[in-house]
């Protein structure tokens, strides 16, 4: 499937040789994300939370047999030499191939995706495979920033309940961090409770709520706090991490003082890297941790539908097409 005006539309690809190290997979699921949205102007393939299974193997893959059940989609391949693969950074390898950068013909939004081995992920046998779609994305993303910055003991903040945000509540919850919620309004408190805050604040009611200041914050959502009165150590702990995981807007803006005499660190991160994805499949079975969604027929009118709810802001809290 392909945006073409604007909009999601089944097109044929010509069927081509799978390459001695790639998997021909089936797919059964994938999740639309707000990122799909971002390349409907550009005509390529979309989609980059796929689950399915296996259904041919290249000469040479040694590590995956048909009738595997596995998931992925974003991060493609990479060199697997440079400093940033030999560390686990593959994401960050200047040669890789991501969705939207490269491989514009091949998405998981179709009956079928192809795959290097070693960049699909087996699917632990205790998540559904509507659950695990949405875990290739916005579940890796969540995951590997909390293992990248959270050390045991800190206090972590959680701006936005949403399709990254309730997934990163449970993930901090079952790290053992103390999670203070952030939102624009109380009425999810009790939702954000359920899913493992231990500490729920108003924005603009941080300096009457907050007794301990947080440590580490994670930005999910599309809104950000007033920095001018957020940033005070009070409220955010000098040495503390700002790490943005969803889209703010062209711009970031912060202000210099209390950012320099807090020392504040200000970083962003990008989906995971191949360990922390499989990481991150294990520890969601093992913590029982669930995504929150809305399934929608892989048809013309089931992406429709499930575009207008996500563009709207309506969808509770990831869509998943079904074949």
Known sequence: MRGVNGKVLFSSNPPRDLQPKEVLIKITHSGLCASDLA????????????????EEVGSEVTKLNVGDRVGGGYLRSSCGNCSYCISGQDILCYSRNIFGEGDFNNGTLGHHFIAQEGYVYPIPEEIPSEEAAPLQCAGSTVYSALIQYYKHGMRIGILGIGGLG????????KLGAHVTVFSTTSSKEEEARQFGAHHFVVLGQEKE??????????????????????????????????????????????????????????????????????????????????????????????????????????IRYRAVLVW
């Open 209 to 314: 709520h907050i007794q301990q200041p947080i440590d580490l914050l994670l930005l999910t959502g599309s809104k950000t706090p007033d920095w001018n009165s957020f940033m005070e150590k009070e409220i955010l702990a000098r040495g503390a991490s700002i790490v943005a995981i969803g889209f703010t807007g062209p711009l970031f803006e912060i202000p210099f003082m209390p950012t320099f005499f807090n020392g504040y660190n200000i970083v962003t991160n990008l989906v995971s890297s191949r360990r922390a994805h499989q990481g991150m499949l294990e520890f969601a079975a093992r913590n029982n941790i669930h995504p929150v969604i809305e399934k929608f027929p892989f048809s013309n009118e089931g992406i429709a539908a499930g575009i207008e709810k996500l563009t709207s802001g309506k």
């Open 39 to 54: 390349y409907l102007q550009y005509g390529c393939v979309l989609g980059h939370e796929g689950v399915g299974i296996v």
């Open 166 to 173: 309730h997934l990163a509540i449970q993930f901090a919850n």
